[in-house]
């Protein structure tokens, strides 16, 4: 197999070959979420995301920290950064206001209400997507990359020892933001390019 091009286009979407190349599975065990409380900015979110996590806002209040709620009350759940990107907010410069612990356990409430029925949003694609990150451009073309951060160093060690390419481990978070055919479509692709 020779080397596959860097960047393809997949049902319209540019995706890094890195997606197809690089290995990658979260662990939890070792790493507690730290994704949540780690970085200098909330998660990327929409338009449509800050409404839904508006809405969920009262189901999921009881189980921020009392320096969350604070935040929420002074700024709301979103601001936007020096990127110029809306993200959530942010509690001490770093942890996303919506981290709730669980022991020595990072969760995102909004997840957690989610699973016990309390809302529907689950929580943004961003999150649900990453090491993804998704990049808009002018025109609605949309650009999918492998993001390397040293917090998920055990994520990528998992994920090599499990042999798992980063598009099957986020089969499902890839599914709900672009369709079943569209994931069939950059499975027969990563098919063809590898000949896996």
């Not at 089969?171 to 672009?178: A, D, K, N, T, Y």
């Amino acid at each position: 197999m020779g080397a596959l091009p860097p960047i393809m286009d997949v049902g319209g979407v540019l995706i890094s070959s890195e997606i197809i190349t690089e290995r990658f599975c979260c662990d939890y065990e070792r790493c507690k979420g730290i994704c949540c409380v780690e970085g200098d900015a909330g998660a990327p979110v929409t338009m449509d995301e800050v409404a839904a996590i508006e809405d969920a806002l009262d189901a999921v209040w009881p189980d921020l920290s009392a320096s969350a709620q604070s935040v929420i009350d002074r700024q709301g759940v979103c601001y936007t950064d020096r990127d110029g990107e809306l993200v959530t907010s942010i509690v001490r410069g770093k942890d996303c206001v919506f981290t709730c612990y669980d022991g020595d356990n990072c969760l995102c409430a909004l997840e957690k209400a989610c699973r016990s029925g309390r809302t529907r949003f689950q929580k943004p694609i961003s999150c649900a997507l990453y090491p993804i990150r998704e990049k808009r451009f002018k025109g609605g073309l949309v650009g999918l990359n492998y993001n390397r951060w040293a917090v998920c160093s055990d994520a990528i060690e998992k994920g090599k020892a499990l042999d798992l390419p980063v598009y099957k481990f986020l089969r499902e978070p890839l599914i709900r933001r672009f369709g079943e055919e569209w994931y069939r479509e950059l499975c027969d692709v990563a098919e063809q390019l590898t000949g896996q």
